[in-house]
């Protein structure tokens, strides 16, 4: 496609990478076929056609109104386009610049305002987040379904190996997912320590950035990117660590991209590519392993993220493993559609939110699993939400399996 490119923007980073971007597209159309809000919706503006369209006229200074930031905020950067895109077109860099143009040019209504302000304060805060967690689930009886199906009951973390091999890896403490479901590290810290890995989380460490970043505050975003570098790069340079292991895959696809997002701070951007090629998710970590082999376990559905199926292009992965450990798989129609977790965004968009998890459950649903599995911390907590099968990370179905624990209903 032609561009020409408006003088506020053309002659920065940004501007070049979204001209590069914008040139690929050839508007084939083949995209809307995987888009979740297209689908809903059936508005061109609200496929990924439609929206690289709206960002070009914005890029070339043409006119932006409250219509247009609405369609760049039901996209839900699941990158299911990028991964359907013939031409190679990489839509989610091109989206979050074009969303930091309108954002910067168009003003939104107060509520929306004071909403995003709330979010973008309280969540990347653990300590925060968990105090409202608690405070929440004891206030949970006297809330409104909706409010308590938000809420995870608390999960147990159970034991964290003390580290005794030589080999060491990283693990993200992260935000959101320490308070919600500390589980989740513990169980890969005993899986990996079985296969003779010990997990170690930094001191300091906490939100990767991505919810900031995806919230349109990108430099707030990466501010949060900057200080986890921080907190991690003494373990990185000290060498004492053999790679920086991601059990939600939601920040893994940021993490990765880190080398990128950094890329023009000249403080960070060697440490921050270094990081990014340190950075596995953990189920490429747990498959180079001898994981032992059973049979005869409980079915499970698994929902593949958004972040780990287009994000960083990891497919079959966990499944493998989950198969290998003994679970039968439950076959799962339109796998590739997003479950309408997608960060904040089943917070800010709650009604596709809800039309999409449930077409997700009807789908997960199908293969009449005991148990549904996710890689992604939002995803666990957006499904079991709208479903009493429980919903766990693959890993502690893992952790189980090797523990020899009875699955419920096997
Ligand atoms: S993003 Fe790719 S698939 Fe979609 S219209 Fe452009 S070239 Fe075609
Ligand atoms: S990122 Fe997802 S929701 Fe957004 S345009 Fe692409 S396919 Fe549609």
């Not at 302000?117 to 968990?130: D, E, K, M, T």
């Not at 990081?275 to 593949?304: K, Y």
């Amino acid at each position: 496609m032609q561009t020409q490119l408006a003088e506020f923007i053309r002659d920065s980073a940004e501007g070049r990478e979204a001209d590069a971007i914008l040139r690929k597209c050839v508007h084939c159309g083949f995209c809307t076929a995987t888009c979740p809000t297209y689908q809903l919706l059936g508005d061109d503006l609200d496929s990924p056609r439609g929206r690289i369209y709206l960002m070009k006229r914005v890029l070339e200074g043409g006119p932006l109104s409250g219509r247009t930031r609405l369609h760049l905020d039901r996209c839900l950067t699941c990158r299911a386009c990028e991964s359907t895109c013939p031409s190679g077109v990489r839509y989610g860099r091109l989206v979050d610049i074009g969303r930091a143009v309108v954002e910067a040019r168009t003003t939104r209504p107060l509520p929306d305002r004071a909403a995003r302000a709330l979010l973008s304060f309280a969540l990347p805060r653990a300590r925060l987040f968990g105090a409202a967690l608690k405070l929440g689930r004891l206030a949970r009886p006297l809330l409104p379904g909706f409010m308590k199906r938000k809420i995870l009951p608390a999960r147990a973390p159970g034991e964290w190996p003390a580290p005794r091999h030589a080999r060491r890896m990283l693990a993200l403490a992260g935000c959101v997912q320490s308070a919600l479901a500390p589980s989740i590290n513990a169980a890969a810290a005993r899986v990996l320590d079985r296969l003779g890995v010990s997990l170690v989380e930094a001191p300091g460490a906490g939100c990767c950035g991505a919810l900031r970043f995806h919230l349109n505050r990108q430099e707030a975003g990466r501010d949060d990117m900057r200080a986890l570098v921080d907190a991690w790069w003494p373990l990185v340079e000290s060498g004492s660590v053999e790679a920086i292991v991601m059990t939600a895959s939601g920040c893994g696809a940021t993490v990765r991209e880190y080398a990128h997002l950094l890329g023009e701070d000249p403080d960070y951007r060697h440490k921050a590519a270094r990081i990014s090629s340190l950075t596995r998710d953990l189920c490429e970590v747990i498959a180079a392993e001898q994981l032992p082999a059973r049979s005869g376990l409980g079915r499970v559905a698994f929902q593949s993220p958004c972040s780990l199926q287009h994000g960083q292009q990891i497919r079959g992965k966990v499944e493998a493993l989950l198969a290998r450990a003994g679970f039968e798989l439950a076959p799962v129609p339109d796998a590739h559609l997003c479950c309408g977790s997608a960060g904040a965004y089943s917070l800010l968009q709650p009604a596709l939110a809800a039309q999409l998890r449930l077409r997700k459950l009807r789908a997960l649903h199908e293969g009449r699993p005991q148990r549904i599995a996710t890689a992604n911390i939002g995803c666990l907590a957006h499904l079991q939400g709208g479903t009493p099968t429980p919903v766990a990370h693959w890993v502690e179905l893992l952790d189980e399996a090797l523990e020899g624990r009875t699955f419920p209903g096997a």
